[in-house]
């Protein structure tokens, strides 16, 4: 079983700030990541696959980067809407879910 | 548009069992793979089942494997989630997601789109 571990568990940042999210897989999973984000009431969104490629209609602030176990998932410039929770995702084997990683407004 | 709405959840007694159902419209269903992931309220999420786009390929999470059993109707465009045996843990707020499709075998197991979920409670 994979286990993917998300860092840290809460961000705490002022809009306009870059937030930097850390996701590590307990084995290599190559590029096969993806993130997600999950404001409050509302289902989860697919905002990264393949560790780097954005989704479809995905702003150009986020962006993904690593393979093997190290991933990060990067918001350039943080917009109101932005604050919510962000959860990574690995289908090396059968598909797992990160802790989830917290933004909040500071 | 993309819609997925699932249906079927509800409060059952430990033991006892539930269908979930998940009505899709927006794009052609029986050219995708379907899924159903689940979350605790305020807690993570579990990948739970997955179907590919002709029932020929089918998995599950070790924690529900036996119990539940995924289907789909690509006339209907409706997916299925038959639970059997329920029990406390099972409970969550249960989505249905689809696949992206673009991969090998129409299987990426990336969910581009979900559902609002409908909410299984185990409870006596």
């Known amino acids: 079983e994979i286990i993917l571990t998300q860092s840290p568990a809460t961000l705490s940042l002022s809009p306009g700030e870059r937030a930097t999210l850390s996701c590590r897989a307990s084995q290599s999973i190559s590029s096969y990541l993806a993130w997600y984000q999950q404001r409050p009431g509302q289902a989860p969104r697919l905002l990264i696959y393949d560790a780097s490629n954005r989704a479809t209609g995905i702003p150009a602030r986020f962006s993904g980067s690593g393979s093997g176990t190290d991933f990060t998932l990067t918001i350039s410039s943080l917009e109101p809407e932005d604050f919510a929770v962000y959860y990574c995702?690995?289908?090396?084997?059968?598909?797992?879910f990160g802790g989830g990683t917290k933004v909040e407004i500071k | 548009e993309v819609q997925l709405v699932e249906s079927g959840g509800g409060l059952v007694q430990p033991g006892r069992s539930l269908r979930l159902s998940c009505a899709a419209s927006?794009?052609?269903?029986?050219?995708?793979?379907m899924n159903w992931i689940r979350q605790v309220p305020g807690k993570g999420l579990e990948w739970v089942s997955g179907?590919?786009?002709?029932?020929?390929?089918?998995e599950y999470a070790d924690s529900v494997k036996g119990r539940f059993t995924i289907s789909r109707d690509n006339v209907k465009n409706s997916l299925y989630l038959e639970m059997n045996s329920l029990r406390p843990e099972d409970t969550a707020l249960y989505y249905c997601?689809?696949?992206?499709?673009?991969?090998?075998?129409?299987?990426?197991?990336?969910?581009?789109?979900w559902g609002q979920g409908t909410l299984v409670t185990v409870s006596s």
């Open positions: 179907i590919s786009w002709n029932s020929g390929n089918i």
């Open positions: 995702q690995q289908r090396s084997n059968w598909p797992s």
């Open positions: 997601a689809k696949d992206m499709g673009y991969c090998s075998g129409g299987r990426c197991y990336w969910f581009d789109s």
């Open positions: 927006g794009f052609t269903f029986d050219d995708y793979a």
